[in-house]
């Protein structure tokens, strides 16, 4: 079995508003074909009004904070601007403390383009790496597996099961050579939410990257289609409002099923690779055709964006492609 062990790092503060997560790159090399990368949570100056430093005291009021993002913090009740979920009573409690790194193996160790391989990770405690880490489930999950190839083209979401052995597998195939990146979201019972992210070698034959230059804000497929829309001009630090309206047959769909606990997941990634943002939906009564997402880039330069929503039955992944603009000088 190939081991590749990620040492997962929250720092105290985040940039990217309505966002669920942010990662960077320090990543090293194991002298496989797999390399390794560290991710973190990050935050840059000129936070958000209703948030405040991780680790602000207590100023006689009620601290409110996000399960995903414990940096996001209120004095009142309300929603992540981040990634959407509901504000929790906490009053600055900062989790257990604990630095988490998540260990993945592959069976077999090299994992071939068309041939079934078991993805297997386990979270462990960074210095006590056979102490057992119980996850507490989120979205209606344990743990969230991101699946997309180097290139952006390709996306999956799954998620791992929990076997005895006290690791969370699932069998996967890739469908051609090349590099992939895996992302993991997950949170241990006591602690805070964390992010796990590699890099991983297929051999095989591969194909020729896709290159996505302009916008593509249309997506069509299956009989569906969806238009993504933002309220006003996408720019670094713009809060904005996203909207992504799904029709079908030329209809408008007024009867999206929940999928995980709300009408839609998206997920943004940047061209290459380093950010990552999984947002999550706003409070909306009705069942579509609209779903409504807040969100702020933190860097400029051309992201995708994965969206799935759940009809009639099955589960629907549309792609997207925005070109952030930099903040006017």
Not at 19 to 36: E, H, K, L, R, W
Not at 100 to 124: D, E, H, I, K, R
């Amino acid at each position: 079995m190939k081991r590749l062990l990620l040492p997962v790092t929250l720092l105290a503060t985040l940039t990217w508003m309505t966002t669920a997560c942010s990662s960077n790159d320090a990543s090293t090399s194991s002298g496989t074909p797999t390399d390794v990368a560290a991710d973190g949570h990050q935050h840059a100056a000129g936070e958000s009004h209703n948030t405040h430093a991780a680790g602000a005291e207590h100023s006689g009021g009620h601290i409110y904070s996000c399960p995903m993002h414990p940096e996001v913090t209120s004095d009142q009740p309300g929603t992540c601007p981040k990634c959407g979920m509901k504000l929790e009573h906490t009053d600055g409690a900062a989790g257990d403390g604990k630095t988490y790194q998540m260990n993945l193996t592959t069976t077999p160790a090299q994992p071939a383009a068309g041939q079934p391989v078991t993805l297997s990770f386990q979270p462990q405690v960074t210095g006590n790496e056979q102490a057992p880490v119980p996850l507490a489930v989120v979205h209606e999950k344990k743990m969230h597996l991101i699946i997309v190839s180097k290139d952006l083209s390709e996306f999956y979401h799954e998620h791992p099961d929990f076997k005895a052995s006290g690791r969370y597998d699932v069998p996967f195939t890739f469908k051609t050579g090349g590099t992939y990146l895996l992302y993991q979201d997950y949170q241990p019972q006591g602690g805070t939410h964390q992010l796990g992210r590699q890099t991983l070698q297929v051999s095989g034959p591969t194909r020729p990257a896709v290159k996505f230059t302009n916008d593509q804000l249309r997506w069509q497929k299956n009989g569906y289609t969806a238009d993504l829309a933002f309220d006003k001009t996408v720019k670094v630090g713009q809060p904005l409002a996203v909207g992504v309206t799904v029709n079908r047959g030329g209809k408008p769909v007024t009867d999206l099923d929940n999928y995980l606990g709300a009408l839609g997941h998206m997920v943004v990634l940047s061209e290459d690779g380093t950010q990552y943002l999984h947002v999550h939906p706003e409070d909306q009564a009705d069942k579509g055709p609209r779903i409504g997402f807040h969100t702020t880039f933190e860097k400029p330069g051309r992201y995708r964006v994965f969206l799935q929503f759940n009809h009639a039955g099955a589960i629907q992944t549309a792609d997207f492609t925005v070109n952030v603009a930099p903040t006017a000088a």
